[in-house]
Nanobody, 123 residues
């Protein structure tokens, strides 16, 4: 059973940066892609970014492209999301996710979720 644990959230002000981490344990060989989703109050969970675990190819949602950077450390079994130039609209619970390629388009392809971590950006 794969487990994902997020860390690094918190409260910042507009223009600040945060780096989220997702520690992976019990990694499944079938899990080829990992990523980040977020959910603001009263909204549906939305895709943020994903990375192919082996190749390192990265993908981003248009809303955050150029401000967020996803990466992974295979030796440490950890994925990161560097978030720069944060704005209040980035306020949400951020979830680490693991699943099959294509989960950026189809959330149903996510097989594992972390518990989520809150990021709050004040103006």
């Amino acid at each position: 059973q794969m487990q994902l644990a997020e860390s690094g959230g918190g409260q910042v002000t507009t223009g600040d940066s945060l780096r989220l981490a997702c520690k992976v344990s019990g990694r499944s060989r079938n899990t080829l892609q990992m990523g980040w989703f977020r959910q603001a109050p009263g909204t549906e969970r939305e895709y943020v970014s994903c990375i192919s675990w082996v190749r390192g190819d990265t993908f981003y949602a248009k809303s955050i492209k150029g401000r967020f950077t996803i990466s992974r450390d295979m030796a440490a079994n950890t994925m990161y999301l560097q978030m720069d130039n944060l704005v209040p609209e980035d306020t949400a619970v951020y979830y680490c996710a693991a699943g099959a390629p294509g989960m950026d388009d189809y959330i149903s392809l996510v097989e594992y979720w972390g518990n989520g971590i809150l990021v709050t950006v004040t103006s």
